[in-house]
């Protein structure tokens, strides 16, 4: 069966954003931008991947893809109704309209959408890519954490869940340090 990883960026506080969607004063390096790239190359939306050559890369972890509208709305600046081309795009949201084929706005329940699409007989992982309101709400489906931890505190923003108390045990079961203070840990559901 298929997962639900929820694959994120946070800093030592808890936020995966600032409190406008920032997520600039992230200290990424060289060496991580390049491990993100050979590990995780489907994680970078669709105009980075051009940017930085992973064009026609394979992905390597992730077929699908889930985000909420707030997630998605920072890709009509860009301009793109799909900044994940190379994905199948699943948008939760009961007020968005998008005129785009290849992005889906499911309006429904959202732990009903993931059960369905963990249930197809083949593909890849589940892309959980935020937000905070989303990840609560799937917290009982996400089988999997990919945690970039980064030294740097924010002070206010998206918190990684934001919802209602319920404590949820996850087990690490492996970490990798990077030259700029980060660490990414791996968390599988206890």
């Known amino acids: 069966m298929r997962k ?4 994120v960026g946070v800093s030592l506080d808890g936020y995966i954003a600032g409190p406008d969607a920032e997520f600039d004063f992230y200290p990424l390096s060289d060496q991580m931008a390049a491990w993100i790239n050979e590990r995780y190359p489907e994680t970078l939306p669709t105009h980075v ?13 992730f077929d699908t893809l889930v985000m909420g509208r707030g997630t998605y709305l920072p890709a ?24 785009d084929p ?13 059960r369905r699409l963990k249930a197809e007989d083949t593909g890849m992982d589940i892309y959980l890519c ?8 799937l917290l009982p489906e996400i089988d999997e954490i990919i945690l970039k931890s980064y030294p740097v505190v924010a002070g206010a923003g998206i918190p990684m869940f ?6 949820t045990l996850f087990a690490p079961t492996r970490r990798e340090s990077f030259d700029n203070g980060a ?3 791996w968390l599988a559901r206890a």
Not at 4 to 7: A, E, F, R
Request: aromatic share 8%.
């Open 49 to 61: 991947r051009r940017l930085v050559g992973l064009d026609g890369v394979p992905n390597k972890a």
């Open 183 to 185: 660490q990414v840990t």
């Open 102 to 114: 290849t992005v889906r706005v499911e309006t429904g329940d959202a732990i009903e959408l993931v």
């Open 162 to 167: 934001s919802g209602r108390f319920r404590p």
């Open 76 to 99: 009509l600046d860009v301009p793109t109704t799909s900044p994940y081309a190379h994905l199948r795009q699943y948008v939760l949201s009961s007020t968005l309209k998008i005129d």
């Open 130 to 137: 935020g937000g905070g309101k989303l990840a609560a709400s």
């Open 4 to 7: 639900l990883v929820y694959y």
